[in-house]
C-alpha cells in the first residue's frame, strides 16, 4: 500500500509479505493508519478528519494479489477492472472536504463495489470488533457463519416468508385500522359517481358546448358581417348599378382574354385572374349558406347554457374540463370496486397470516436444530484453540434460548418473539477455569481473555470459511507474559494458509512474525517513506529490546529477545 497525507503519514509505502507480518512501533507513530488505510481500499467510510491538516486529500492505493477466477475477481471484472499481472489495483480517495472516489483495476466505481469485495479478500478485526462481538446479534451471525449451508438455506427460506408475513400483516392492519376512513371514501366515491352519471357529460362536450354558445350569442352581428362580405364579392340585387369584385373581376379577365395569345407571360397573368373569379364566387356562395343556416333562435342558446352550467357544476368538483372529470370518474370506480372488495380481502389476508406464521414455525424449527447442531460443533472447536492459546482450563458455550411473546409464532406449545433471524437468542457462555459457571462473555470474560476468545473464533474461521487475508489491530489488548507467546505461535500457525498481519505492542508477538515492520515518526512528527521500515537482523532485536524494556541497548532486554526470536524459529 502506498499511503499519502492520512492521519500522522505524509507519504509511505507499506509491503506487507506473504505469512505473518507484524507492525510495530511507539505510540502514536501511526501503526493503526495502517489499519484505517486498509479499510479505507476496503469501502470504509471516509472521515474527512482523517485528511493530513494543510492537505487536499488523503490517498491510499494497493495493490492486492488474487488467484483467476475466484469470486471477488469476477464481481471486480464485471465492473469492468482490469488485472495487473493477476493483482487488483485498489485507490481510495478522501478530500478535506468529505468528498469519496474509489477506483478498481483502473475503473472508477462506487465505494460501495470495494466492500462487495471486502468480505472475499480481507478479514479486518480491532478493538471495536472484539466490543462487537459482545452483541448477540454478532454472536448468532459468528454461529450462522460457521454452520454454512445447514443454517443459510433454512435461513433463506425463514426470511423470505418472513418478509411475506411481514407485508401481509401491514396490509391487514392498514385496511382494519383506516376501515371508518375508507367507508368515508367510498361513500364520498359514490356521490362523485352519482353527480357525474346524472349528468352524462360527453368527451369533449365542454369545447363544443362554448363554441356554439358564443356563436349563438352573436348570430344577427355574424348574419349581418357575412351579408355585407357577400354583396361585396357578388353584388346587392336591391342596388343593381353597385359594383362588386366578382363583377371587376371578371372584367379585367375579358379584357386580357383578347390578347393573351400574344404574349406567354401575359397569358399566365390571366390565368391567375381567372383563378381568382373562380375563389371568388366559391367564397361568395359559402357566406351566402352561412347568412342562411345562421341559427339565431334564443331558445336554443338558452338550452346550451343550462347544459353549460350543469357541466360547469363538475369541472369544479372533478377536474378542469370534462375529459379530466371522465379520467376521475374511471379512477374512481376502479377505487371504489377495491374499496368494496375489502371485507373479501380481510379475510384472504387473515387466512394468509395464519398460514405464514405456522410456515414461519416450522422453518424456525429447522433453524433451531442446525444452529444447535452447529452450536457444539463450533463451541467445541473454539475450546480447543483457547487451550493453544494458554487457557487451557476455558470453555466456550452457547445458550439458544426464545423469548415469550403472545403476539409470536406457536412453537412447542409456546407463543414465541421472533424477527428476520428466527427465534433464537444465541449467546457465547465462557467458563474460564473449573467450577466456573458459564457467562455470557461480556461480563465473564477480561480484556485479555476476550482478545483471545475473539481469536479463536477467527482461526476456527479460517478452517471453514477461510480468506486471503487477515488484519489483526491489538488483539493481543490486555494480554501479557505466556498467553502473549501463545497468541503469538497461533498467529504465526493461521498464517500458514493466509496473509496475516498483525499491528502489535508486544515483542513476545512480533517476534513469531516472518517479517516486521516499524513505523516511526521524524522529528517534526511525521511519518514518510523512510518511515516504514523492514527490520532484519540486530535493527529487529533492537526493536524487540525497546518493547520488552523501553530500551534498545539493555543488555537484558537484548537477550531476551533474542530467545523470544529464537523460540519463534524453533516452532516454525
Same mark, same amino acid.
Given at each position: 500500500m502506498?499511503?499519502?497525507?492520512?492521519?500522522?503519514? /505524509?507519504?509511505?509505502?507499506v509491503?506487507l509479505?506473504?505469512g505473518?507480518t507484524?507492525?510495530t512501533?511507539?505510540t502514536?507513530?501511526?501503526?493503526?493508519?495502517v489499519v484505517t488505510?486498509?479499510? +479505507?481500499l476496503?469501502?470504509g467510510?471516509a472521515?474527512?478528519?482523517?485528511?493530513r491538516?494543510?492537505a487536499?486529500a488523503?490517498?491510499?492505493e494497493?495493490?492486492?494479489?488474487?488467484p483467476?477466477?475466484?469470486?471477488?475477481?469476477?464481481r471486480?471484472?464485471?465492473?469492468g477492472?482490469?488485472?495487473?499481472d493477476?493483482?487488483?489495483?485498489?485507490?481510495?480517495?478522501?478530500s478535506?472536504?468529505?468528498?469519496?472516489?474509489a477506483?478498481?483495476?483502473?475503473?472508477?466505481v462506487?465505494?460501495?463495489?470495494?466492500t462487495?469485495?471486502?468480505d472475499?479478500?480481507?478479514?479486518?478485526?480491532g478493538?471495536?470488533?472484539?466490543?462487537?462481538? @459482545?452483541?448477540?446479534?454478532?454472536q448468532?451471525g459468528?454461529?450462522d457463519r460457521?454452520?454454512g449451508?445447514?443454517?443459510?438455506?433454512?435461513?433463506?427460506?425463514?426470511?423470505?416468508?418472513?418478509?411475506?408475513?411481514?407485508?401481509?400483516?401491514a396490509e391487514?392492519?392498514?385496511?382494519?385500522t383506516?376501515a371508518?376512513?375508507?367507508?368515508?371514501?367510498?361513500?364520498?366515491?359514490?356521490?362523485?359517481l352519482?353527480e357525474?352519471?346524472?349528468v352524462?357529460?360527453?368527451?369533449g362536450?365542454d369545447?363544443?358546448?362554448?363554441?356554439?354558445?358564443e356563436?349563438l350569442g352573436?348570430?344577427e352581428?355574424?348574419a349581418?358581417?357575412?351579408?355585407a362580405?357577400?354583396a361585396?364579392?357578388?353584388?346587392?340585387p336591391?342596388?343593381?348599378?353597385?359594383?362588386d369584385?366578382?363583377?371587376?373581376?371578371?372584367?379585367?379577365n375579358?379584357?386580357?382574354?383578347?390578347?393573351?395569345?400574344?404574349d406567354?407571360?401575359?397569358?399566365?397573368?390571366?390565368?391567375?385572374i381567372g *383563378?381568382?373569379?373562380i375563389?371568388?364566387?366559391?367564397?361568395?356562395?359559402?357566406?351566402?349558406?352561412?347568412?342562411?343556416?345562421?341559427?339565431?333562435d334564443?331558445?336554443?342558446?338558452?338550452?346550451? *347554457?343550462?347544459?353549460?352550467?350543469?357541466l360547469?357544476?363538475?369541472?369544479?368538483?372533478y377536474g378542469?374540463?370534462i375529459d379530466e372529470?371522465l379520467?376521475?370518474?374511471e379512477?374512481g370506480?376502479?377505487?371504489l370496486?377495491?374499496?368494496d372488495? /375489502?371485507?373479501?380481502?380481510?379475510?384472504?389476508?387473515?387466512?394468509?397470516r395464519d398460514?405464514?406464521?405456522?410456515?414461519?414455525?416450522?422453518?424456525?424449527?429447522?433453524?433451531?436444530?442446525?444452529?444447535t447442531e452447529?452450536?457444539?460443533?463450533?463451541?467445541?472447536?473454539?475450546?480447543?484453540?483457547?487451550a493453544?492459546?494458554?487457557?487451557?482450563?476455558?470453555r466456550?458455550?452457547?445458550?439458544?434460548?426464545r423469548?415469550? /411473546? !403472545?403476539?409470536g409464532?406457536? @412453537?412447542?406449545?409456546?407463543t414465541?418473539?421472533?424477527? !428476520?433471524?428466527?427465534?433464537?437468542e444465541?449467546?457465547l457462555? +465462557?467458563a474460564?477455569?473449573?467450577?466456573? !459457571?458459564?457467562?455470557?462473555?461480556?461480563?465473564g470474560a477480561? =480484556?485479555?481473555?476476550?482478545?483471545?476468545?475473539?481469536?479463536?473464533?477467527?482461526v476456527?474461521?479460517a =478452517?471453514?470459511d477461510?480468506?486471503?487475508?487477515? +488484519?489483526?489491530?491489538?488483539?493481543?489488548a =490486555?494480554v501479557?507474559?505466556?498467553?502473549?507467546?501463545?497468541?503469538?505461535r497461533?498467529?504465526?500457525k +493461521?498464517a500458514?494458509?493466509?496473509?496475516?498481519?498483525?499491528?502489535?505492542? @508486544?515483542?513476545?508477538v512480533?517476534?513469531?512474525?516472518d517479517?516486521q515492520?516499524?513505523?516511526?515518526?521524524?522529528?517534526d512528527?511525521?511519518?514518510?517513506?523512510?518511515?516504514?521500515t523492514?527490520l532484519?537482523?540486530e535493527?529487529?532485536?533492537?526493536?524487540?529490546?525497546?518493547m520488552?524494556?523501553g530500551?534498545e541497548?539493555s543488555?537484558?532486554a537484548?537477550?531476551h529477545a533474542?530467545?523470544?526470536?529464537?523460540?519463534?524459529r524453533?516452532d516454525?
Amino acid at each position: 500500500m502506498r499511503i499519502r497525507s492520512l492521519g500522522v503519514i /505524509d507519504d509511505a509505502v507499506v509491503e506487507l509479505s506473504p505469512g505473518f507480518t507484524a507492525v510495530t512501533g511507539e505510540t502514536g507513530a501511526g501503526k493503526t493508519m495502517v489499519v484505517t488505510s486498509l479499510g +479505507l481500499l476496503l469501502g470504509g467510510r471516509a472521515d474527512p478528519a482523517l485528511v493530513r491538516i494543510g492537505a487536499k486529500a488523503a490517498v491510499v492505493e494497493g495493490r492486492i494479489t488474487v488467484p483467476e477466477g475466484t469470486a471477488a475477481v469476477v464481481r471486480a471484472q464485471e465492473a469492468g477492472a482490469e488485472l495487473d499481472d493477476g493483482a487488483l489495483l485498489i485507490s481510495r480517495t478522501v478530500s478535506a472536504e468529505g468528498r469519496s472516489r474509489a477506483h478498481l483495476g483502473g475503473r472508477s466505481v462506487p465505494v460501495g463495489m470495494l466492500t462487495e469485495l471486502a468480505d472475499e479478500l480481507v478479514a479486518v478485526h480491532g478493538q471495536t470488533d472484539q466490543q462487537g462481538l @459482545l452483541k448477540l446479534s454478532r454472536q448468532r451471525g459468528a454461529l450462522d457463519r460457521y454452520a454454512g449451508e445447514a443454517v443459510a438455506v433454512p435461513l433463506t427460506k425463514y426470511q423470505a416468508a418472513y418478509r411475506r408475513l411481514r407485508a401481509v400483516s401491514a396490509e391487514l392492519d392498514t385496511i382494519v385500522t383506516r376501515a371508518r376512513e375508507r367507508a368515508q371514501e367510498a361513500d364520498l366515491l359514490r356521490f362523485g359517481l352519482d353527480e357525474i352519471a346524472a349528468v352524462e357529460p360527453r368527451a369533449g362536450e365542454d369545447v363544443e358546448l362554448s363554441a356554439e354558445a358564443e356563436r349563438l350569442g352573436h348570430a344577427e352581428a355574424l348574419a349581418s358581417a357575412a351579408s355585407a362580405a357577400h354583396a361585396a364579392l357578388a353584388g346587392n340585387p336591391e342596388d343593381p348599378e353597385g359594383v362588386d369584385a366578382t363583377t371587376l373581376v371578371g372584367g379585367a379577365n375579358r379584357a386580357l382574354d383578347a390578347v393573351r395569345s400574344h404574349d406567354p407571360a401575359l397569358s399566365a397573368l390571366a390565368d391567375r385572374i381567372g *383563378e381568382i373569379g373562380i375563389l371568388l364566387s366559391d367564397v361568395a356562395g359559402e357566406l351566402a349558406g352561412y347568412a342562411d343556416d345562421l341559427d339565431a333562435d334564443p331558445l336554443r342558446l338558452a338550452a346550451v *347554457e343550462e347544459r353549460r352550467a350543469a357541466l360547469t357544476q363538475l369541472t369544479r368538483k372533478y377536474g378542469e374540463s370534462i375529459d379530466e372529470v371522465l379520467a376521475w370518474a374511471e379512477q374512481g370506480s376502479a377505487r371504489l370496486l377495491e374499496l368494496d372488495g /375489502d371485507d373479501d380481502r380481510v379475510g384472504e389476508l387473515t387466512a394468509e397470516r395464519d398460514g405464514l406464521r405456522s410456515e414461519l414455525g416450522v422453518l424456525a424449527q429447522a433453524l433451531t436444530d442446525s444452529r444447535t447442531e452447529a452450536a457444539s460443533r463450533f463451541a467445541e472447536a473454539v475450546t480447543q484453540e483457547l487451550a493453544s492459546l494458554a487457557m487451557p482450563h476455558a470453555r466456550v458455550s452457547f445458550d439458544i434460548r426464545r423469548t415469550d /411473546d !403472545p403476539d409470536g409464532v406457536e @412453537l412447542d406449545g409456546r407463543t414465541v418473539a421472533y424477527g !428476520p433471524s428466527g427465534v433464537d437468542e444465541v449467546e457465547l457462555l +465462557l467458563a474460564p477455569h473449573p467450577g466456573a !459457571p458459564p457467562r455470557p462473555i461480556a461480563k465473564g470474560a477480561s =480484556g485479555g481473555e476476550l482478545s483471545r476468545v475473539m481469536l479463536a473464533v477467527e482461526v476456527v474461521f479460517a =478452517g471453514t470459511d477461510p480468506v486471503p487475508t487477515y +488484519l489483526f489491530d491489538e488483539v493481543d489488548a =490486555g494480554v501479557g507474559g505466556k498467553a502473549a507467546v501463545e497468541i503469538g505461535r497461533r498467529l504465526a500457525k +493461521l498464517a500458514k494458509s493466509a496473509q496475516v498481519v498483525v499491528v502489535t505492542h @508486544l515483542p513476545q508477538v512480533a517476534a513469531f512474525a516472518d517479517r516486521q515492520l516499524l513505523v516511526e515518526k521524524t522529528n517534526d512528527g511525521t511519518v514518510t517513506r523512510s518511515g516504514v521500515t523492514v527490520l532484519e537482523g540486530e535493527d529487529r532485536v533492537r526493536e524487540l529490546s525497546r518493547m520488552l524494556a523501553g530500551q534498545e541497548d539493555s543488555e537484558t532486554a537484548r537477550a531476551h529477545a533474542e530467545e523470544l526470536l529464537a523460540t519463534a524459529r524453533a516452532d516454525a
